[in-house]
């Protein structure tokens, strides 16, 4: 089955514990990114990956860091997590080769930070 | 990057017919008109993509005039389970490394 997993779904941390929150995709896809929703903000990008070692800023990236060493893994790191990153996160990838541009999201990090 | 426009929220009854249309004025020439769906919690998750005149697939129907400053996504028969977030997208050229959320259209489906 296609599907794009993070982990951890729900997460509690206190402010400036490091912390990383997994995606993987299996479906081979090139394109990977990762974004906040907040109320009445909606969905922002954070960083999005055109393939491996090909990373760039989305709208939001203060205070976050990505890799991309591999096709199939893209975490985003919180290098210093503070309770504005409080926030519900999505994992996204696609392949910009298909005809239907599909964007596959995975089903969401809650983090809390206290 | 096109702007959208949308209602913000929607009520229908089960079994109704559904459309919720959506503006996009300054399209250009390359891009592709596509919509999501979104429960809460959950992911978007992508409904139907079109171009220009009628898509439909198993889901929903798309349907875009010839200016294509606009198009109405249709929902046949809702359903309890049809409640949720429904976004319209314009993303450029149809590239999906940069999507452009807005506020969405918030579906209510009531008994």
């Given at each position: 089955e296609a599907q794009v997993t993070q982990n951890p779904r729900y997460l509690i941390t206190v402010t400036g514990k490091k912390l990383t929150v997994t995606c993987s995709q299996n479906m081979n896809h090139e394109y990977m990114s990762w974004y906040r929703q907040d109320p009445g903000l909606g969905l922002r990008q954070i960083y999005y990956s055109m393939n491996v070692e090909v990373t760039d800023k989305g709208d939001v990236p203060e205070g976050y860091k990505v890799s991309r060493k591999e096709k199939r893994n893209f975490p985003l790191i919180l290098e210093s997590p503070s309770p504005n990153q409080t926030s519900l996160y999505f994992c996204a990838s696609s392949d910009p080769r298909d005809r239907v541009t599909e964007a596959f999201f995975g089903q969401g990090t809650r983090l809390t930070v206290v | 990057?096109?702007?959208?426009?949308?209602?913000?929220?929607?009520?229908?009854?089960?079994?109704?017919?559904?459309?919720?249309?959506?503006?996009?004025?300054?399209?250009?020439?390359?891009?592709?008109?596509?919509?999501?769906?979104?429960?809460?919690?959950?992911?978007?998750?992508?409904?139907?993509?079109?171009?220009?005149?009628?898509?439909?697939?198993?889901?929903?129907?798309l349907f875009i005039p010839a200016d294509r400053k606009s198009s109405t996504l249709s929902l046949p028969r809702v359903s309890l389970s049809d409640t949720a977030v429904y976004y319209c997208l314009v993303p450029l050229g149809g590239a999906t490394n940069k999507l452009i959320f807005g506020t969405g259209t918030l579906l209510a489906v009531q008994p």
């Open positions: - | 990057l096109a702007k959208t426009t949308q209602p913000i929220s929607m009520d229908s009854y089960e079994g109704q017919e559904v459309n919720i249309t959506c503006s996009h004025n300054n399209i250009a020439t390359n891009d592709y008109i596509t919509w999501y769906q979104q429960f809460p919690s959950q992911g978007p998750r992508f409904i139907i993509q079109g171009y220009k005149t009628k898509v439909t697939n198993e889901v929903a129907s």
